[in-house]
């Protein structure tokens, strides 16, 4: 499955979206600013999903977009007085802030291109390095990992690896993904560093998992470390609960 914005408007039908963007003069105005044009790509997401509560949340060491207001272009302070990569052109508008320090940005050469690469820069690091070819689709996983690892959907049902240590199993995805019919709705995910998380979406429906697979294999390890179910809508997550033979934690 090809990731979209649309993919998040469906997902969010029936809850009120009207006020989860930013208007086209506060985006004209962060680009005069700061003397660029944004992408086409990152225009759409912050008219549309900037302010967006599910997803604009701080997170626990996990990436997040950064309030309009607070995209910035690095000058020769970035990171001081720790390393300064050997770049600094780049648009800088996500980032992961509560621990490792991480941000993720667009070449100012690319920003002409509707779609262009991200790349990401640790404290560490002194150059930046790619994260993923599509901005779109970044954009779009980022969102939906952070709503599942954060728990910040309405209703969930949540799975991990210590629920079988007493059964002596190795807990498998496939079970949940036929079960909930997801085998065909697996959303494409394109960061090259490492394939960590799965994620699947149906009929307002999000099934993710973190894997325990740090290197890409063809096809991907069904094997997960941790795994969750969720939705804003709470009679579709009752009604999974009652699927035979699948295993949710105690609550």
């Known amino acids: 499955m090809k990731a979209s914005l649309t993919l998040l408007e469906d997902f969010f039908r029936g809850c009120d979206q009207s006020n989860w963007g930013y208007s086209k003069e506060q985006i004209a105005a962060a680009e005069s600013k700061l003397s660029v044009s944004f992408p086409k790509v990152l225009r759409q997401y912050y008219a549309r999903f900037g302010t967006c509560p599910y997803i604009q949340d701080y997170g626990n060491n996990i990436p997040v977009p950064l309030a309009l207001e607070d995209i910035f272009i690095p000058d020769s302070t970035y990171n001081a007085p720790h390393y300064v990569p050997e770049e600094l052109d780049f648009l800088v508008f ?11 940005g667009i070449r100012l050469s690319d920003l002409a291109l509707e779609d262009p690469p991200v790349y ?16 779109l689709n970044f954009l779009v996983t980022s969102a939906f990992w952070q709503m599942a690892e954060e728990s910040r959907l309405d ?33 494409e995910v394109l960061s090259t560093p490492v394939r ?5 979406l149906r009929d307002g429906v999000l099934l993710a998992c973190e894997t325990d697979e740090w290197a890409i294999t063809e096809p991907p390890w069904d094997f997960f470390e941790w795994l969750t179910v969720a939705s804003t809508n709470r009679e579709k997550i009752q009604a999974i609960k009652k699927i035979p033979d699948l295993r949710w934690e105690l609550t």
């Open 155 to 187: 209703y969930s049902l949540n799975i991990d690896s210590w629920d079988f240590y007493s059964l002596q199993e190795q807990p498998n995805l496939a079970p949940y993904r036929i079960g909930l019919g997801m085998n065909d709705h697996e959303l």
């Open 94 to 104: 996500y980032s992961i802030v509560d621990v490792s320090a991480i941000d993720y």
């Open 196 to 200: 960590y998380y799965r994620i699947f």
């Open 120 to 135: 990401f820069c640790d404290y560490g690091d002194t150059s930046w390095r790619l994260e993923n070819p599509s901005l």
